[in-house]
């Protein structure tokens, strides 16, 4: 396949399963830009495949909220606003409750979150806002990834590929550059605390402050909506 993101390798997996990889790198690198239009017919001229893989792979995308299907019209690449990061920041609070809680009766060997707390340690010298951001959401996906649970990480993982395109369209505060390593340093410790006394409710409010924060007016202005 012409354009294969391992180019002079030989790639064993299905043609549309490589189509969505390399749609999916152009959308979280950027190179695609929210609200921009992906043809499957253009792809597919590109990529040297028939225009079936192609829509395949952009069904794939649709499901996993990385791209939107309009009626006679082409895919667009997601563009999320405020109040669509607001829901983003629900969902994934609801999901990394659910791994704390797993990972609390459980028991479950946190010594990974270790390497990821480096990461954000070496992100944070660089000074870079986008290693930082893609170190903080590692750490959040390994909380994920030691449930083992197959669906909780998917649900996750496209969660983040979502706030990922977000990242691309973004500067943070400076506050939020500065605090990473010790937000996440305490974090961590109140899991190994939770994990002590069986209670991952102080863990949890902890997360809730975190993950929301000074989203929590608009996350009354969605209910409101919602109406």
């Known amino acids: ?96 409750s659910a791994a704390i809680y797993f990972l609390v009766a459980n028991h479950s ?18 000074g870079r806002w986008t290693q930082i951001a893609q170190a903080d959401l590692a750490f959040h996906r390994e909380v994920v990834a030691l449930t083992g649970l197959p669906r909780l990480i998917s649900r996750i993982d496209d969660i983040f590929d979502q706030v990922r395109t977000w990242l691309n369209s973004t500067d943070p505060p400076e506050l939020i550059v500065s605090t990473q390593l010790q937000r996440h340093v305490e974090l961590t410790e109140l899991l190994l605390e939770a994990q002590r006394t069986r209670d991952p409710r102080p863990a949890i409010t902890a ?6 924060g000074d989203r929590r007016e608009q996350l009354a202005s969605l209910r409101a909506t919602a109406r």
Request: net charge negative; aromatic share 2%; hydrophobic share 40%.
């Open 1 to 96: 396949m012409a354009g294969s993101a391992n180019d002079g390798v030989i790639d064993s997996r299905p043609i549309a399963d490589q189509v969505h990889t390399i749609i999916r790198e152009r959308i979280l690198s950027g190179q695609l830009a929210g609200g921009a239009p992906v043809k499957d017919s253009v792809l597919a001229t590109e990529l040297g495949v028939s225009r079936a893989p192609v829509r395949q792979a952009l069904d794939r995308l649709a499901l996993s909220g990385l791209v939107i299907k309009l009626p006679n019209k082409p895919c667009r690449v997601v563009s999320i606003d405020r109040e669509s990061l607001s829901e983003l920041q629900l969902l994934r609070f609801a999901d990394e």
């Open 109 to 126: 060997d946190l010594s990974p979150l270790q390497d990821r707390l480096e990461a954000i340690d070496h992100a944070s010298e660089s």
């Open 207 to 212: 997360w809730e402050a975190h993950i929301l």
